[in-house]
């Protein structure tokens, strides 16, 4: 997934190469035919995220998940037009620490501080979190001594409602 401009940039610089390397493979030897067929399979996922990026960010595609809360996180940073440096402006951390976060899926961010992202992010914000273990943290979040208050009121299931 494509998470920044400078990510963009990259990835179309890296199909224009491709593209480039494709015309000039011949397709004599067998090799030769394994090669175009791996740039073709790159091509062909930098294209969809390429696209999903600009979807993104010019609002065309709005869609969220509880299956994939991390993804869906990032995908509304996007959509709603803040930069990484600037989210990190407003919830008060460098703006590499938003890059690792994202690097990381959020996968070692405490429960707080993503419910503090998304609601930064989203113009209206509802997070009813019911989980049939109380126990249990929706996956990547884990549980910590932080985040465990959060999770008393828990019961049944876990679901996100984001309008932006």
């Given at each position: 997934m494509i998470k920044n401009e400078s990510q963009l940039t990259r990835a179309k610089q890296e199909m224009e190469e491709l593209l480039d390397a494709l015309y000039q493979i011949k397709e004599e030897e067998l090799?030769?035919?394994?090669?175009?067929?791996?740039?073709?399979?790159?091509?062909?996922?930098?294209?969809?995220?390429?696209e999903e990026f600009?979807?993104?960010?010019?609002r065309q595609h709005l869609s969220f998940?509880?299956?994939?809360?991390?993804?869906?996180?990032?995908a509304l940073r996007i959509a709603s037009g803040y930069t990484q440096k600037e989210l990190a402006d407003k919830i008060g951390v460098p703006e590499q620490q938003i890059q690792r976060y994202e690097q990381q899926e959020y996968g070692k961010v405490k429960f707080e501080r993503v419910v503090q992202i998304i609601r930064v992010l989203a113009k209206k914000c509802e997070l009813n979190f019911q989980l049939s273990d109380p126990g249990q943290i929706p996956a990547p979040f884990?549980?910590?001594e932080e985040s465990a208050r959060a999770t008393r009121i828990?019961?049944?299931?876990?679901?996100?409602m984001l309008i932006i």
């Open positions: 090799t030769d035919r394994m090669q175009k067929a791996a740039y073709c399979c790159r091509l062909k996922d930098l294209s969809s995220e390429i600009e979807k993104l960010r010019n998940t509880n299956e994939n809360l991390p993804k869906s996180i990032i884990k549980q910590t828990a019961k049944e299931r876990a679901s996100l």
